[in-house]
């Protein structure tokens, strides 16, 4: 199932002119309301009517978490914190603090990402869905809640530091999707066997694991064991969770939600754009955030794009781990 037919299978001619479209309008927005954007693009020479769509978005620089960081709490908001319904914040290390703000529009654009991914991996009205993911994950991953709910599925909010009551807590409660640590599974799944309780009789049929802390072997153990695939999905972590990216039942790459993130490939070393297929890092702008859009934000991840047509019938590009 397709949660937005429209969107998720829009032809690719279509979305390129979308966020063309869309890429003007961020950049003529933080260029009135950000300093440090405006500063950039001053270094840089530019003016809004020099980026004329994603082609030109190369002349702009990149944005980094130092970023961030540097410009702690609100310099990079666009518009007063009143405007702001949301606020999230994480910290690393000591004195490395990172605000992100939504506004009420945003929050309601993470809600249909969360609905996009999570129906891509197979979730729907009859699922029973509990997130285990860190506190951090948690508070990163908007919409989660609202998500579930609009789905029509039910959401858990529970969990255990006990291994064995989880494994209850599955059975009683009928959970069919979990978002969860991938290795966390594989203890779990330890603990079942202990128990002597089959983990592939378990109800669990969708099981979401972060793409980022998911080894090839872990993926293969986690089938073998449960009997179903782990679905990768994707956000940066502590200031975009999930929501960006994630696969569908094809198996074979993880959908960016491209109507509201661009995404470029770069040489991790030089800066430069690299084709349609090469590996490299992965950069991301944000096309539809209010708040606090982010110009080329550098994520660190390594993979390559794919853009050729998906089984599913998305015609959403693909990230995929080289
Ligand atoms: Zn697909």
Redesign the pocket.
Known sequence: MIWNQQVETLPRADMAVWQSYKIEKVIERVYEKSALYKKRMEECGLLPENIGGVNDLVKLPFTTRQDLVANYPYGLLTMPVSGVAYIHTTHEAESEHIVISYTRTDMTMWTELISRILVAGGVNMTSVFQFLGSPEEYKASLGINSGVQQIGATLLPMSTDSQMDQIHLIEDFGITSIFSNASYMLTLAQEAQRMECKPEELPLQNIFCDTKDLTGNQSKEIKQVYGTRPIEVYGVNDIWGMGIAGE?H?GDGL?IQEDCFYPEIIHPTSGQVLPMGEVGELVLTSLTLEAMPLIRYRTGIICFLDDSP???G?TLIRMKKK
């Open positions: 569908c094809c959908h998906c089984n599913c998305r």
